[in-house]
């Protein structure tokens, strides 16, 4: 279920968050901010969903003889190459998340941090995160601080548990996990 190349770390909340469920170990734009911000639940289902339904029309749309059409296919190209240049010219604004090491389950995440947080076990925040690479809008997630660590290079390793989800933010983000596991299996086939 998780990548065999990722990190070994024994703590208490790493199994908390990751054992017996499916989990991604990636680099992503994220960062956590401590505190009982709001969250508009229906947006980040909605932007989830939407990613969802691009993601997996693209290898489901074909024409009658099942191949894409080259005129869509030169579409989505240049579709693809606005939304490269849109997400360049927001990074460049300077209101871009950080890109951090972190693993992800449906249970909740656990952030690779330079210095530490600071914040208490049972604490309340929000971890923003770009889910994307291709489209340059991040989602905030409510979580529960339940540890915080040394790394042991310098750096601190910090478990938040997802809090109060909702049925239908908790399944469309199962689903966005499971299509970016399933994204980097067949990445993984690709280089052997």
Request: negative net charge; contains cysteine; hydrophobic residues 40%.
């Amino acid at each position: 279920m998780n990548d065999p190349a990722a990190p070994l770390i024994h703590h208490p909340a790493e199994s908390e968050l990751f054992d017996e469920t499916l989990s991604c170990d990636l680099d992503l734009p994220a960062d956590f901010v401590r505190g009982n911000g709001g969250v508009r639940s229906s947006v980040t289902e909605h932007l989830l969903r939407s990613i969802a339904l691009v993601e997996d029309s693209r290898g489901e749309d074909k024409d009658d003889r099942g191949e894409t059409s080259v005129s869509q296919q030169r579409i989505e190209a240049k579709l693809d190459l606005v939304l490269v240049l849109m997400g360049r010219l927001v990074r460049q604004q300077g209101d871009a998340l950080p890109l951090r090491p972190l693993r992800w389950s449906r249970r909740g995440i656990r952030l690779q941090l330079g210095p530490r947080s600071g914040a208490a076990p049972g604490s309340q925040g929000l971890v923003s995160l770009q889910p994307s690479d291709w489209l340059p809008d991040h989602v905030d997630l409510p979580v529960q601080v339940l540890a915080e660590a040394a790394d042991g290079a310098g750096g601190h390793y910090l478990w938040l548990r997802f809090a109060d989800l909702g049925d239908g933010l908790e399944m469309a983000l199962e689903r966005h996990l499971f299509r970016v596991h399933r994204r980097q299996i067949a990445d993984a086939r690709r280089l052997r």
